[in-house]
């Protein structure tokens, strides 16, 4: 095992026990750790979408967000991470959220960003007829 890790800390664990290397290296790591879910969570919830921007990109960002999250150990339920996408949208999108809410819709993040990339593809046509 020590073979693997740097030589500072190869000598700082060479008189110790494979568990007590493992449970030591967890405490030295676990802060950067947190530290990336800490900031990871920050950007995810402060995500907004920008005017002009794709929704496609947009939806991709913030999975991206939350794939890191799981990857750190900070798994979301799904309905909190669809609620962080629908109220990340910009205001064009309030009759989707609207109807999305009264239909009681209740999906995946996957099914939820097909759905934003067909309601971006209408919204885009009703705004081009009504010029």
Known sequence: MLAIISYKIQRQ????GAYTIIMHLKEL??????????????????????????VSTHILKM???IEKLEQLGFVMDCKLSVELV???LL???SQFIMNYHMNKLDNT????????????????HLTVEQK
Do not use: I, P, V, W
Not at 13 to 16: G, I, K, R, V, W
Not at 33 to 44: A, I, M, P, V
């Open 91 to 93: 205001q064009n999108f």
């Open 63 to 65: 999975n991206g967000y």
């Open 109 to 124: 993040l996957s099914e939820l960003f097909n759905m934003l990339k067909t309601a971006k593809d209408t919204l885009c």
């Open 29 to 54: 790591f676990n802060e950067a750790s947190r530290t990336k879910r800490y900031d990871t969570s920050k950007e995810l919830f402060r995500c907004k979408m920008t005017k002009g921007s794709s």
């Open 13 to 16: 664990h060479e008189n110790m």
């Open 86 to 88: 629908l109220q990340s």
